[in-house]
């Protein structure tokens, strides 16, 4: 079975026909680089590294793009028009005390560094926003050109009207943009749904981040630099383009609107929407604090990657909800998992046992099944194979899984940790608990940890 997925534009399930069978073409909406990301953000990613990877799993190469949003998005888009409200970056620049340029570079280290540690491969480029403005200037131009824009007090709009196939995403009618918003409309704006390319700088402040354009000195929409990033990176037509389910209303909708009227053409082929990470089964939100960041996971003693577990748990078109609790269960599964295999032994002739490759590849292409590519693994481990070829098998599993399994096949303990596990017994025995505590803790500095059993102890791998 090919690879099958399931298509926000024509609402089914599709066969996976790329354009150039050769070489994939992949697009996800990445962060706005102004805070730290959340894990409901996390799990998007997870998602498109996931995507990423299974599609190398079929063999495909794949040309992967990433942005990085450094300019023009308004905090408006909460209230159902990203058009008004303060630009995220410009808002940070003035909280820290910094500039806008340093804020981006300070947060998309930080998710670069977090993106390692849930195993997230990198993309065959990240796009920066404000890398690329003579790009969106030119593709505003070429919208002009065609007729698509027209001039209000603040900005160039486009003129949703002109573009037929307005909505065929989204599916929105003109009452229920209305009816979603939380704000009076813009009287400028010739439909709710137009949308600015770009903006004119506020006559009363300086920006950290502003350019000279043919219409005057500002910045670009939020949406213009996805179209532009995407065509120049990746073609006027692309095969994959992904996203969590919020931005198919409105940015993606606009995407497609700015790219096809600008160069005639079908932007994208497969739209992809991740469903979004509940917490306590509620929103996630900063003001209700509970939009935890990997640092939080990390801090009470979670390894990031029982957090990619975590989101691998659900069917990415599915609500996840996250709990301390639920992250506790799935740290215990991958703990069992390590324990398993740590006691298996390895061998070099051992082959990939086809059979579970088969039935782990067809949950893949079932639309990315991630728990039922994960109950694979799990049925895998209970069947009567060899223990060798089990650890084979894992390791191609583990290609999309991203679990680190290899970490934990059949380890040595160092003698090191071996002779800081007898003097801490000794110690033990005689009652001073204190020693022993502290050479529990040098043993776990050294990534292992002495679980003490009824009538003995075990040294594990720590995780
Ligand atoms: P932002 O940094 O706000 O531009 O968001 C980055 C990405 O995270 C976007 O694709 C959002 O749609 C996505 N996202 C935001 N909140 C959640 C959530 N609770 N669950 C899953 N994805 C989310
Ligand atoms: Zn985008």
């Not at 730290?36 to 992967?64: C, E, P, Q, S």
């Not at 065929?168 to 918003?181: F, N, P, R």
């Not at 990470?277 to 390894?303: H, P, W």
């Not at 694979?376 to 060899?386: G, I, P, Y």
């Amino acid at each position: 079975m090919g690879l099958k997925l399931y298509n926000s534009l024509s609402k089914k399930v599709e066969d996976f026909k790329p354009l150039n069978p050769s070489v994939v073409t992949m697009y996800t909406c990445g962060p706005t680089v102004y805070d730290y990301a959340h894990i409901g953000n996390w799990r998007t990613y997870t998602l498109a590294d996931v995507m990423h990877k299974a599609l190398k799993f079929n063999d495909y190469k794949v040309k992967y793009i990433m942005n990085l949003t450094d300019v023009g998005h308004l905090t408006g888009d909460n209230l159902g028009d990203a058009d008004i409200g303060e630009d995220r970056l410009e808002i940070a620049a003035e909280r820290e005390g910094r500039s806008a340029r340093d804020i981006a570079n300070y947060y998309i280290d930080d998710f670069l560094k977090n993106g390692e540690k849930l195993n997230i491969q990198k993309p065959a480029k990240f796009t920066r926003a404000t890398d690329y403005i003579q790009d969106q200037i030119d593709l505003i131009k070429e919208l002009e050109k065609k007729g698509y824009t027209y001039r209000t007090t603040d900005g160039i709009y486009f003129d949703t009207n002109k573009f037929k196939k307005y909505g065929a995403l989204s599916g929105m009618t003109e009452e229920s943009i209305k009816e979603g918003a939380r704000v009076e409309p813009n009287p400028e704006k010739k439909h709710p749904a137009d949308f600015a390319l770009w903006k004119f700088s506020p006559t009363d402040k300086i920006r950290w981040q502003e350019w000279d354009s043919p219409w005057g000195v500002g910045f670009p929409g939020w949406h213009i630099e996805c179209s532009a990033m995407s065509m120049k990176e990746l073609g006027d037509t692309i095969d994959l383009h992904l996203g969590a389910e919020d931005l198919r209303m409105i940015h993606h909708q606009n995407e497609i609107a700015q790219s096809e009227a600008a160069t005639g053409r079908q932007f994208v082929n497969y739209w992809i929407h991740g469903a979004f990470l509940l917490v306590d089964g509620g929103r996630m939100g900063k003001s209700l604090g509970n939009a935890y960041t990997l640092q939080d996971i990390e801090s009470k003693n979670f390894d990031p990657i029982s957090l990619r577990y975590f989101y691998m748990t659900a069917h990415y078109r599915t609500p996840l909800n996250f709990t301390w609790e639920a992250l506790q269960n799935v740290q215990n599964s991958l703990k069992k998992l390590y324990d398993i295999v740590g006691g298996y032994k390895e061998s070099k002739e051992a082959e990939v046992d086809e059979r579970y490759l088969e039935k782990f590849l067809d949950a893949l292409n079932d639309d990315i099944n991630m728990p039922k590519a994960i109950a694979v693994l799990w049925e895998m481990l209970k069947a009567d194979m060899d223990e060798s070829e089990k650890i084979k098998t894992l390791f191609k599993f583990d290609e999309v899984l991203g679990l680190n399994i290899e970490n934990y096949v059949g380890f040595e303990i160092p003698q090191k940790v071996l002779d800081l596990v007898k003097v801490r017994q000794e110690y033990r025995k005689v009652g001073i608990w204190d020693k022993a505590d502290l050479i529990r803790r040098e043993i776990s500095q050294l990534g292992y940890v002495v679980d003490d059993t009824g009538n003995g102890y075990k040294v594990k791998r720590k995780i």
